[in-house]
């Protein structure tokens, strides 16, 4: 099965920050690759799919990139509505849909 | 608009077996697959099954092939995930969510499954 594996696992950043999270996966998976994130105490919520295609009513601050192996999110300027853990998670070809294990963003 | 309503969570002796449903409005059901995920709270989320839009595919993680069955009934906007034979690990909120193309766009507020003696 592929494996998903993002870095870092937490992170710290000012507002107004630009705040980058990687995802690799350990063998191509073209751009199959979509990001959440998950608030406190909430319900999953998708950002971005398809490697870079942003979801109907998610900010502009949000980007993704990447293809095959390696992929990043990046948020322009970080707003402190920001915080929560984000997930990247492949659904190229067959199942499982792997998860990463999830990048925590916090505002210093 | 769309909604995801999970139940039939609770506390279950190892072993034992629990039903979870996933009562769905707001969209046309039967033109989209299916997934259940589930997160063992204060961790990070597991994929645990797909089904197509029509039930004739199913895919289910490692850790759960062989327990747990997932099935819909298209004529109740309902989706199902049968549990059987649960153990400790399995403890976590379950959550229904929409497939679009793989990932999911549209998730319920999750179910929580404690197995517990």
């Known amino acids: 099965d592929i494996q998903m594996t993002q870095s870092p696992s937490s992170l710290s950043a000012s507002a107004g920050d630009r705040v980058t999270i990687t995802c690799r996966a350990s063998q191509d998976i073209s751009n199959y690759l979509a990001w959440y994130q998950q608030k406190p105490g909430k319900v999953p919520k998708v950002l971005i799919y398809a490697a870079s295609t942003l979801q109907s009513g998610v900010p502009s601050r949000f980007s993704g990139s990447g293809s095959g192996t390696d992929f990043t999110l990046t948020i322009s300027s970080l707003q402190p509505e920001d915080v929560a853990t984000y997930y990247c998670q492949k659904y190229s070809s067959a199942p499982p849909y792997t998860f990463g294990q999830g990048t925590k963003l916090e505002i210093k | 608009q769309v909604q995801l309503v999970e139940s039939g969570g609770g506390v279950v002796q190892p072993g034992r077996s629990l039903r979870l449903s996933c009562a769905t409005s707001?969209?046309?059901?039967?033109?989209?697959?299916m997934h259940w995920v589930r997160q063992v709270p204060g961790t990070g989320l597991e994929w645990v099954a797909l089904?197509?839009?029509?039930?004739?595919?199913?895919n289910y993680v490692d850790s759960v092939r062989g327990r747990f069955t997932i099935s819909r009934d298209n004529s109740k906007d309902t989706l199902y995930l049968q549990m059987n034979s649960l153990r400790a690990e399995d403890t976590a909120v379950f959550y229904c969510a929409r497939g679009r193309d793989g990932y999911s766009d549209s998730w319920g507020q999750g179910t929580l499954v404690s197995v517990s003696s």
């Open positions: 089904i197509s839009y029509d039930g004739t595919f199913k």
């Open positions: 707001g969209f046309d059901f039967s033109s989209y697959d």
